[in-house]
Nanobody, 122 residues
Framework: QVQLVESGGGLVQAGGSLRLSCAFP????????MGWFRQAPGKEREFVTA????????YYADSVKGRFTISRDNAKNTVYLQMNSLKPDDTAVYYC???????????????WGQGTQVTVAS
């Protein structure tokens, strides 16, 4: 079992930015596609974005396209989510996830982090 560890959440004003990080323990990080999901209060967990094992491909939900950027550093076993132009609707617990398969469009997590809270004040 792999336990991912997110960090970087917090409170930000609308229009502001935050960067989330997710650490992947062990030496097999580059074997996985990585992604971010989020869950707002009273709503189901939803896909946000994913990145291929080498960072060469990315995929975004329409709701964050153009505002959020996913990236990874395989030397540091870390994936990042840069969030700009934040809106109150972006308020949620953000979860990091890992998938062994190559399809980003059908990203299906097999490992999860514990989540980090992002709150965007209006």
């Amino acid at each position: 079992q792999v336990q991912l560890v997110e960090s970087g959440g917090g409170l930000v004003q609308a229009g502001g930015s935050l960067r989330l990080s997710c650490a992947f323990p062990g030496r097999t990080f580059r074997s996985y596609s990585m992604g971010w999901f989020r869950q707002a209060p009273g709503k189901e967990r939803e896909f946000v974005t994913a990145i291929s094992w080498n960072g060469g491909s990315t995929y975004y939900a329409d709701s964050v396209k153009g505002r959020f950027t996913i990236s990874r550093d395989n030397a540091k076993n870390t994936v990042y989510l840069q969030m700009n132009s934040l809106k109150p609707d972006d308020t949620a617990v953000y979860y990091c996830a890992a998938d062994k398969e190559s399809s980003l469009r059908y990203f299906t997590p097999i490992y999860w982090g514990q989540g980090t809270q992002v709150t965007v004040a209006s």
